[in-house]
Structure formats: structure tokens, C-alpha cells
């Protein structure tokens, strides 16, 4: 089995070069590990370092945000064969030693994506917050996880990780549009198209009064994971979405139509809550037409799940690998 393991790196000079050395050289059941760096736009001696410590880097000078470095990560596994990739952060958060056991549900053929757990325990399993992890973070990424274990109807406990791998029917099915982050994108998208999903508990180290290269701000890690979240639950469950939506927006216009008619029966008018029946109305009226919507989205589902399995057999034509759908629409 071929491992292609990736670092999407900006600015990591000072730890880039130790994170290539600590990955391991051999690994059971591998027998070729390739490592690369592609870099996004960094300003320091990241690129210098990587390839003086025998890594192949790709890099065009340019910022393009994590996304579109992950996609091009997806590709290059793909271009090279690889059966494995595996994608780690480049400022020694996690541990290179570490991946034989994150690639091992893997190389067993037990799962087909697995992703490092931040909050499990290692040595015990059990769940616990990383140490000088800062606490709206780590609430924020468990509400996320239930968020996301909710909508595709699994449980995950880490759903942003950045140590993760993938075999390459897993590389294949990630057709991701987010613009901001991938990480829980992905996981919605490999979860809906139903492959296995396995996580495994990790070491991690947080490094007090460091700020992350991604996320520049707590609202805008918020509002970016939402929208992304919400657009890959839109898409691959439309019934489901807007089922839950319009069920919103009938249960309070029932509710103003159910006060207006008690009220009626009791004081023989409606006065002076008028605006509530039309209110209960007009709430109804969005209601139907979010479930007419939800209904033709539902139509357009099919087409999707069509072209994504066109896309995927294209990709699997141009890289050489047999027809397969992962998608089951």
C-alpha cells in the first residue's frame, strides 16, 4: 500500500522541518510513504526548510485559504495512487509518530475515513478537554459535533480535527464547495454517502496565547462552520432540511390560529388580536410554499446525486482506478 501523507502549511518555518523528520519511515503494511507540503502563500522559509528536510512541496506564492489547499491535497493523493493520505497540521499540534495508528482501521479495511479525536484519551479512551485548549473552543467544536452527528444521524466526538485519513474511495466521494474550511464539510458529505467513519483518540498540544492560521476569530469560526454545515445539509438531505424549516414556521402559525380560536369561542371575536390571525396565516402560507420548495429540492437531489456519480467516475477514469459509486442516491 502507497501513504502519501500532506501538510498544508503558511508561515511554519519553525516546526515544518521537525514534523517531515518525525514521520515514520516505515509503517506495517505500507510500502511507500511519500511526504509533501503544499504551501499556502507562506512569507517565512517554510518552503526552504520543507525541501531541505526531503519533502516535495508544491506552492505558487499565493493565499488561497485552507479549502482549496485541501482539494488540491485530494488531487495530488489521487494523481500519485495513493491508497492512503493522511493530512496533518505543520506546526507540531499533533504527533507524526501517531499516524501508523490513525492509518490502521485503514490499512484493515474497516473503515474508509478516520479522524483523530482531540477530546479522547489516548492511553484510556475516555473523554477529556486538552490541556490549555481555550474553552469556547472546545464547546464550540463539541456543539458542532452534535450538530453534525444529529444531521447525518452518526456520532462523532471530533468533527474538526485537522489529523486525518483517507483511503481513496473516500477521496474520491469528497466533492467539497466550502470556501472557508473543509473539515466538517467533509465529514457531513462522507457520512451521507454512507462510508465508514471511525475515529481515533490522539495526542494533541495546544500552545498557550497561540493564534490559529485559519480561524482569525471565534464569530468567524462560528458563522463560517455554520454556513457550511447548513449548505451540506441543504444538499444532500433537501427533504429533511426543508421539512424542518417549514415544520417551524406552520408550528407558529398554528400556534397564533389555535389562540385566535380560543379566544373566538370565548369572546365571540377576535378583536383585539387580529394581527394574529393574519399573522397564523401568512406564517402557514410560508410554510407550504419552504415544503413546495423542500419537495422540488428533493427532485433536484436525484440530478445531484447523478452528477456526482458522473464526477466521481470521471475522476476515477482520469486516475486509472475502476468505475464505483460511493454515492447511494
Not at 479549502?67 to 493520505?85: G, H, T
Not at 462510508?195 to 463560517?224: A, E, M, N
Amino acid at each position: 500500500m502507497k501513504l502519501v501523507v500532506v501538510s498544508i502549511c503558511k508561515d511554519e518555518a519553525k516546526t515544518i522541518g521537525e514534523v517531515l523528520d518525525r514521520i515514520p519511515k516505515k509503517i506495517a503494511g505500507i510500502t511507500n510513504i511519500e511526504r509533501w507540503v503544499i504551501d499556502d502563500g507562506s512569507t517565512d522559509d517554510t518552503v526552504a526548510i520543507a525541501k531541505k528536510h526531503g519533502a516535495n512541496v508544491i506552492s505558487n506564492g499565493v493565499h488561497k485559504r485552507l479549502a482549496y489547499r485541501f482539494q488540491e491535497a485530494v488531487e495530488l493523493a489521487l494523481r500519485r495512487r495513493a491508497d492512503i493520505m493522511v493530512n496533518i497540521d505543520g506546526d507540531l499540534q499533533f504527533m507524526p509518530e501517531e499516524i501508523p495508528d490513525l492509518i490502521k482501521p485503514i490499512a484493515n479495511n474497516s473503515s474508509d475515513f478516520v479522524a483523530a479525536d482531540r477530546f479522547g484519551d489516548p492511553k484510556t479512551g475516555k473523554s477529556r478537554k486538552p490541556q490549555n485548549m481555550p474553552s469556547a473552543k472546545y464547546y464550540s467544536n463539541k456543539l458542532g459535533a452534535a450538530v453534525i452527528g444529529k444531521l447525518s444521524r452518526r456520532k462523532f466526538p471530533d468533527v474538526t480535527c485537522g489529523f486525518r485519513a483517507y483511503n481513496r474511495d473516500a477521496l474520491y466521494a469528497l466533492n467539497l464547495h466550502g470556501s472557508y474550511t473543509y473539515t466538517q464539510e467533509s465529514f457531513q458529505v462522507l457520512a451521507m454517502k454512507g462510508l465508514r467513519i471511525s475515529s481515533v483518540p490522539t495526542t494533541v498540544k495546544y500552545y498557550p496565547g497561540r493564534k490559529s492560521r485559519v480561524v482569525r476569530s471565534f464569530s468567524q469560526f462560528l458563522f463560517g462552520s455554520a454556513i457550511n454545515i447548513l449548505r451540506a445539509y441543504r444538499d444532500y438531505a433537501p427533504l429533511r432540511f426543508f421539512g424542518a424549516l417549514g415544520g417551524l414556521f406552520f408550528i407558529l402559525g398554528s400556534a397564533c390560529l389555535v389562540f385566535i380560536s380560543i379566544h373566538w369561542a370565548t369572546k365571540g371575536s377576535i378583536t383585539p388580536y387580529k394581527f394574529l390571525a393574519f399573522t397564523g396565516i401568512y406564517l402557514i402560507t410560508i410554510a407550504l410554499v419552504v415544503w413546495v420548495v423542500g419537495v422540488m429540492a428533493d427532485m433536484l437531489d436525484r440530478l445531484l446525486g447523478n452528477q456526482e456519480k458522473i464526477i466521481e467516475r470521471l475522476k476515477r477514469s482520469e486516475y486509472g482506478d475502476e468505475p464505483k459509486d460511493t454515492d447511494p442516491r
